[in-house]
């Protein structure tokens, strides 16, 4: 009875040590790093490096950030930016003077702004976060970043010129003909009303009159009347000076 009731001590230290791997993964959490795994801009644009973590551990002086390039064209990643309480741009290489931190270590963010993007910014770009004693885990995300040329823009000034050059022409050619369409008669009645003094009808100018009223018949009275004006007319003429021939022939 004795014997049963004696504690092994190599036992207890068995059951020590299983305990102690049993409750260490509680007293040493992971950290998990995201980022999204595409980002898209245009030439000129400042595209934001979006990276958020979580850790069981509150962020201390300890924390790191570091984000590394790989050039689309393939290569080893270059290291470019490291955060460590403050942030430390690079100061030499494409990145110089573009790259302006973003992140927030007490809300779990770690991201950066890359300004003016270039055609050669292309490529795969990793974030990593150290939080000690986080060291487990996923502490790397990559993100590849895609750079088109910016497609053209067309202002609102451009537009309004080009519709004023376009419409405005249009639509006076279109009130001139509906004008012309509305207004025919009335030209016509006008053109008929007026002719001019060399403007001569149908059949006038081959000497054809048309037929006039019926004329006033002669009486004895207009005939008498004629046959005294012609003698007062030939009276005249005999009581003239004879004028001699040459000068007659002369003045004629």
């Given at each position: 009875?004795?014997?049963?009731?004696?504690?092994?001590?190599?036992?207890?230290?068995?059951?020590?040590?299983?305990?102690?791997?049993?409750?260490?993964?509680?007293?040493?959490?992971?950290?998990?790093?995201?980022?999204?795994?595409?980002?898209?801009?245009?030439?000129?644009?400042?595209?934001?490096?979006?990276?958020?973590?979580?850790?069981?551990?509150?962020?201390t002086?300890?924390m790191?950030?570091?984000?590394?390039?790989?050039?689309?064209?393939?290569?080893?990643p270059?290291?470019?930016?490291?955060?460590?309480?403050?942030?430390?741009?690079?100061?030499?290489?494409?990145?110089?003077?573009?790259?302006?931190?973003?992140?927030?270590?007490?809300?779990?963010?770690?991201?950066?702004s890359?300004?003016?993007?270039t055609?050669?910014?292309?490529g795969?770009?990793?974030?990593?976060?150290?939080?000690p004693?986080?060291?487990?885990?996923?502490?790397?995300?990559?993100?590849?970043?895609?750079?088109?040329?910016?497609?053209?823009?067309?202002?609102?000034?451009?537009?309004?010129?080009?519709?004023?050059?376009?419409?405005?022409?249009?639509?006076?050619?279109?009130?001139?003909?509906?004008?012309?369409?509305?207004?025919?008669?009335?030209?016509?009645?006008?053109?008929?009303?007026?002719?001019?003094?060399?403007?001569?009808?149908?059949?006038?100018?081959?000497?054809?009159?048309?037929?006039?009223?019926?004329?006033?018949?002669?009486?004895?009275?207009?005939?008498?009347?004629?046959?005294?004006?012609d003698?007062?007319?030939?009276?005249?003429?005999t009581?003239?000076?004879?004028?001699?021939?040459?000068?007659?022939?002369?003045?004629?």
């Amino acid at each position: 009875m004795r014997r049963l009731c004696q504690r092994n001590p190599a036992l207890d230290v068995v059951l020590l040590l299983c305990s102690v791997s049993f409750l260490a993964p509680s007293s040493v959490s992971s950290i998990s790093v995201m980022t999204p795994p595409e980002l898209h801009a245009s030439r000129g644009e400042t595209v934001t490096l979006s990276c958020t973590f979580t850790s069981t551990s509150r962020p201390t002086s300890k924390m790191t950030v570091d984000w590394s390039y790989r050039p689309q064209s393939g290569g080893p990643p270059q290291t470019f930016f490291h955060f460590s309480s403050s942030s430390f741009p690079p100061l030499e290489g494409q990145f110089m003077g573009r790259i302006k931190w973003q992140g927030s270590p007490a809300r779990g963010e770690a991201s950066i702004s890359l300004i003016n993007a270039t055609l050669k910014d292309n490529g795969t770009y990793t974030c990593s976060v150290r939080n000690p004693p986080d060291v487990h885990g996923s502490p790397n995300s990559h993100t590849v970043l895609s750079v088109t040329p910016k497609a053209p823009s067309i202002r609102f000034s451009d537009v309004a010129v080009l519709l004023a050059f376009i419409l405005l022409p249009s639509a006076v050619i279109t009130l001139i003909l509906i004008g012309r369409m509305l207004c025919p008669k009335k030209q016509r009645n006008q053109s008929k009303g007026y002719r001019s003094p060399i403007e001569v009808t149908e059949g006038e100018e081959y000497g054809i009159h048309p037929p006039a009223g019926k004329a006033k018949k002669t009486s004895c009275c207009d005939l008498y009347l004629m046959d005294s004006e012609d003698e007062n007319g030939y009276s005249d003429l005999t009581k003239r000076p004879p004028v001699d021939e040459g000068y007659a022939e002369s003045q004629c």
